[in-house]
């Protein structure tokens, strides 16, 4: 009978011990988030880790993926140059609905042309489902010219060579990536004729219009739009709230003189072909402006979006659908 004695000391301990440790709350069941990295970079840039790691810390316990065309670093980034953007958005909804902690759904952020090509995986796939979407300097109606190149970089000069030379070619409408949303205000026929991937998303080409596009871009709880104020690379800058160049009057004076068509006066709102104007007249379109040159996040303009429209708290029946097998640290996905 001794051993029984001595089990049940050992019992005592233990119960002693557990009711005198300080109980840890669990952190709240929060929703995970996918972020589309923009123009060269990749999706494990330091860059990119130090801002995943910024929303951990505002939003403790959430999941983070970041998007990849590629898992090695050098021709992820590569791919943000070359390569067939539709393509490159069906693989990333494979990817997204093969991770297990995003299947209820997620929150999404996208940089730079991350933001367009995240809203063509909303309309044409959203499964799982996205919440909100932040895009952050997006070019929604497309660019009218090229962005600039650093001096040193090497490959955006060849991409920019290459696309100027014949921007609606083929080839360059299925390779280079900055072609496929180049749309030239002054061959608007040309461009929705050749262009397969904007004048798609954004339902200007007759033939691609999908009514599935609209309804699962009007299923959004927000859509937020983030335009910089000194944005010299997006042409024209508007186009991150959906706003474009008026094709060029036939006796313009001075072809430096633009006119630029806002969101609601375009045909893609006012004939609602991507639900847009479903989003906007229910409040769920969120115009906002961050003081600076293009992708220069300031922590006032873009922390505050990020608190309030990512990592929302679940209730216990949402939690169940997004609570993975087991915690883990991953490369490409972050808790």
Same mark, same amino acid.
């Given at each position: 009978?001794?051993? $029984?004695?001595?089990?049940? @000391?050992?019992?005592?301990?233990? /119960?002693?011990?557990? @009711?005198?440790?300080? #109980?840890?709350?669990?952190?709240?069941?929060?929703?995970?988030?996918?972020?589309?990295?923009?123009?060269?970079?990749?999706?494990?840039?330091?860059?990119?880790?130090?801002?995943?790691? @910024?929303?951990?810390?505002?939003?403790?316990?959430? =999941?983070? *993926?970041?998007?990849?065309?590629?898992?090695?670093?050098?021709?992820?980034?590569?791919?943000?140059?070359?390569?067939?953007?539709?393509?490159?958005?069906? @693989?990333?909804?494979?990817?997204?609905?093969?991770?297990?902690?995003?299947?209820?759904? =997620?929150?999404?952020?996208?940089?730079?042309?991350?933001?367009?090509?995240?809203?063509?995986? #909303?309309?044409?796939?959203?499964?799982?489902?996205?919440?909100?979407?932040? &895009?952050?300097?997006?070019?929604?109606?497309?660019?009218?010219?090229?962005?600039?190149?650093?001096?040193?970089?090497?490959?955006?000069?060849?991409?920019?060579?290459?696309?100027?030379?014949?921007?609606?070619?083929?080839?360059?409408? &299925?390779? $280079? /990536?900055?072609?496929?949303?180049?749309?030239?205000?002054?061959?608007?026929?040309?461009?929705?004729? *050749?262009?397969?991937?904007?004048?798609?998303?954004?339902?200007?080409?007759?033939?691609?219009?999908?009514?599935?596009?609209?309804?699962?871009?009007?299923?959004?709880?927000?859509?937020?739009?983030? $335009?910089?104020?000194?944005? !010299?690379?997006?042409?024209?800058?508007?186009?991150?709230? =959906?706003?474009?160049?008026?094709?060029?009057?036939?006796?313009?004076?001075?072809?430096?003189?633009?006119?630029?068509?806002?969101?609601?006066?375009?045909?893609?709102? !006012?004939?609602?072909? /991507?639900? $847009?104007?479903?989003?906007?007249?229910?409040?769920? #379109? #969120?115009?906002? &402006?961050?003081?600076?040159?293009?992708?220069?996040?300031?922590?006032?303009?873009?922390?505050?979006?990020?608190?309030?429209?990512? %990592? %929302?708290?679940?209730?216990?029946?949402?939690?169940?659908?997004?609570?993975?097998?087991?915690?883990?640290?991953?490369?490409?996905?972050?808790?």
């Amino acid at each position: 009978m001794a051993w $029984l004695h001595g089990l049940g @000391l050992v019992l005592l301990c233990l /119960v002693s011990h557990i @009711l005198g440790s300080p #109980v840890q709350p669990l952190e709240p069941a929060r929703r995970p988030l996918v972020i589309w990295h923009g123009l060269g970079d990749s999706y494990a840039s330091p860059g990119m880790l130090e801002f995943m790691n @910024l929303i951990k810390g505002m939003h403790p316990g959430i =999941f983070i *993926h970041s998007v990849y065309l590629n898992e090695n670093i050098e021709e992820d980034e590569r791919a943000g140059f070359f390569g067939n953007v539709n393509e490159q958005v069906l @693989l990333v909804a494979e990817q997204l609905a093969n991770v297990t902690e995003l299947q209820g759904g =997620f929150d999404a952020i996208g940089f730079s042309q991350g933001g367009q090509f995240m809203r063509a995986y #909303v309309e044409r796939f959203n499964s799982p489902p996205v919440h909100n979407l932040i &895009t952050f300097g997006s070019q929604h109606m497309g660019v009218s010219d090229l962005p600039a190149c650093r001096a040193w970089d090497v490959l955006c000069q060849l991409a920019r060579r290459a696309a100027r030379g014949g921007v609606y070619t083929e080839w360059a409408q &299925t390779n $280079l /990536v900055q072609a496929q949303y180049f749309r030239d205000p002054d061959r608007l026929d040309v461009y929705v004729e *050749h262009n397969r991937f904007l004048a798609s998303i954004n339902g200007e080409a007759e033939d691609l219009r999908d009514p599935a596009y609209a309804k699962n871009l009007a299923s959004l709880n927000a859509l937020v739009l983030v $335009l910089f104020s000194a944005d !010299k690379t997006v042409v024209p800058k508007e186009s991150s709230w =959906f706003g474009s160049y008026a094709p060029s009057p036939e006796d313009a004076q001075d072809a430096s003189e633009k006119t630029v068509v806002p969101m609601r006066l375009q045909p893609l709102y !006012k004939n609602d072909w /991507v639900g $847009l104007r479903q989003l906007d007249e229910s409040g769920r #379109v #969120v115009l906002e &402006t961050c003081e600076g040159e293009h992708m220069q996040l300031k922590d006032e303009c873009w922390k505050p979006l990020v608190k309030r429209y990512v %990592g %929302g708290i679940l209730d216990d029946d949402e939690s169940a659908m997004y609570r993975p097998p087991n915690h883990q640290q991953e490369v490409l996905g972050v808790w």
